[in-house]
Each structure stands twice: as C-alpha cells, then as structure tokens.
C-alpha cells in the first residue's frame, strides 16, 4: 500500500525470490571484454531452453553506442548525409539469469526493436547444460488502467560492475529487483515529451537499469501479475528514495492483440517497425 503523504512506495524483493525467474538483466561485452549492464527484459513466453522477453528499444540504443563510442561523422551533419547505420554484433549482447541459488550466462539469439514505440521483442537461449531453464513467463494483459489506479513497475536497479583489481578480466556484478507502487498521474494516446506514442505517467521514481522492465495494474487481492506496458523513460534526476516526491516514470503501452488459445496459453500480437536484427 501507498501510506498517506507518500507519492510511491518500494517491496523489497530479496535474492531468491521467485519473482527473479520472471526477469532477464541484458548487458554487453565491450571491445575490451568488460562488462556493462543495460537494463531490464521480462519473460512472456518460456519453452525449456529458450525464452521469448520484451524489453526497451532505447536499451539497444544504448547497445550500439557502447559498441560504437566514436561516428564517424561530425554531430551536425545532415541525416541525409549520414553513412548507414552500424549493426550492433549481438553476439556481445548478453542475459543474465537468476533463478533460486543459480546464475545462468545466456544468450541473446534474435532481437527486433522499434524506436517509435520504444520496444525490443528478443529471444534468449539458455547454456548449454540447462535444457530446462526456463518455466516461468508473465500474461500479458491490454487493459489500460484509469488515472488514480495503483500501478506496480518492477525491473533491476542500482545495477554496478566492480573489477578485481587483483585479476584482471573478472569482477562482481551486482544489481537488485526493485518493485515499486504507485499511481497513475496521466493517459496520453498521442505520446508524452520523449515518447511519441500511447503511454502512461506515474508517480513511481525509477533508476535507469529499470527501463524495459514491466508496468502492471496492482490489487491487494490479485495473485498474478500482468504487464501492460514497459518501463520506457523519466526525467532526470529521478527523486529515487524519497518517497514524498513524485517520481513520474513513463510506460509505453503494449499495443497487442491476445488470444486465449488454452488454459496456460496466451497468443500475444504485435506490430513492430524492425530497427535491429
């Protein structure tokens, strides 16, 4: 619950918890082979040793100007004088998986994005030795809750790489799952400042490693979680742990068609302008 004078409040959800099943952390292995972390993918379709995860299109924007930290052109050049775009090598694009007491290094095999709508559909393969990896996805759901309902946004943050300084290409990654409630402050079906398509505001404050994470309504009484929307973008600087300031977090809606097809199955239909392959 959100207590009065409060804007949102935070869940903790420790390590272990079954919730962490549900969330993929994306990072990339730079040129010289040290990590970054990115940002946040959720499961909607889990077979064994491959899941299906939505995330943020900008994570991979991000991607590429890791992997390309230097155009080749000068900033105020005309677009239509721009070189064509450089490809991001998924192959340096990567998952980290945590499930219980067990990490899984996984990989990222195909991912599609489109920056109008800000969202990234990929398909993640699990190592080798885990055939059964993963078993737990999220339903998708298309109502879009009034203004004043509670809204939850879950997604890892406070993400941080340590290199030990006594090996060199090894160090702790650290991250957590943060859940937070809040309230819906705005509907906007023609976009909002960043984000030129339908999306709400809350009132959640978010950190940046969030971002492709979910937006899902919230109900005491409710035992499942369903998305809505991906975490997209706020204004910086966020208040991130005061919670009597409003922290007005943005989620992209999940323009989506869904079937019913069996009792533990969900068909999930969406249009997506391809941005990277």
């Known amino acids: 619950?959100?207590?009065?004078?409060?804007?949102?409040?935070?869940?903790?959800?420790?390590?272990?918890?079954?919730?962490?099943?549900?969330?993929?952390?994306?990072?990339?292995?730079?040129?010289?082979?040290?990590?970054?972390?990115?940002?946040?993918?959720?499961?909607?379709?889990?077979?064994?040793?491959?899941?299906?995860?939505?995330?943020?299109?900008?994570?991979?924007?991000?991607?590429?100007?890791?992997?390309h930290p230097h155009p080749n052109h000068n900033a105020s050049a005309l677009p239509e004088f721009l070189p064509p775009p450089k490809e991001i090598d998924i192959k340096q694009v990567k998952g980290m998986y945590l499930k219980g007491d067990k990490v899984a290094d996984c990989t990222i095999e195909i991912a599609i994005w489109d920056s109008a709508t800000d969202l990234a559909v990929l398909t993640i393969i699990a190592p080798e030795n885990e055939p059964d990896l993963f078993c737990d996805a999220f339903w998708i759901d298309n109502q879009i809750p009034d203004v004043d309902e509670h809204v939850v946004m879950i997604?890892?943050?406070?993400?941080?790489?340590?290199?030990?300084?006594?090996?060199?290409?090894?160090?702790?990654?650290?991250?957590?799952?943060?859940?937070?409630?809040?309230?819906?402050e705005g509907i906007y079906p023609d976009g909002?400042?960043?984000?030129?398509?339908?999306?709400?505001?809350?009132?959640?404050?978010?950190?940046?490693?969030?971002?492709?994470?979910?937006?899902?309504?919230?109900?005491?009484?409710?035992?499942?979680?369903?998305?809505?929307?991906?975490?997209?973008?706020?204004?910086?600087?966020?208040?991130?742990?005061?919670?009597?300031e409003s922290g007005q977090s943005v989620g992209s809606l999940l323009n989506v068609a869904l079937t019913s097809v069996a009792e533990n199955t969900q068909r999930c239909e969406t249009k997506?302008?391809?941005?990277?392959v």
């Open 1 to 67: 619950m959100i207590p009065d004078g409060l804007m949102w409040n935070e869940a903790e959800i420790k390590p272990g918890d079954p919730l962490y099943a549900g969330f993929v952390c994306l990072l990339v292995i730079k040129d010289d082979l040290q990590p970054e972390l990115i940002g946040t993918a959720f499961i909607v379709k889990a077979d064994g040793n491959r899941a299906t995860a939505f995330s943020a299109a900008h994570n991979f924007d991000y991607i590429k100007r890791v992997l």
């Open 155 to 184: 997604g890892f943050g406070e993400m941080k790489v340590v290199p030990d300084t006594k090996q060199s290409n090894s160090g702790l990654i650290q991250h957590r799952l943060i859940q937070r409630l809040g309230r819906v």
């Open 192 to 244: 909002y400042l960043l984000l030129k398509t339908p999306c709400v505001k809350t009132s959640i404050s978010i950190f940046s490693g969030m971002s492709g994470g979910m937006v899902a309504r919230w109900s005491e009484n409710s035992t499942q979680i369903m998305p809505f929307a991906i975490i997209s973008y706020a204004p910086e600087p966020q208040p991130s742990y005061n919670r009597a």
């Open 272 to 276: 997506v302008d391809l941005g990277g």
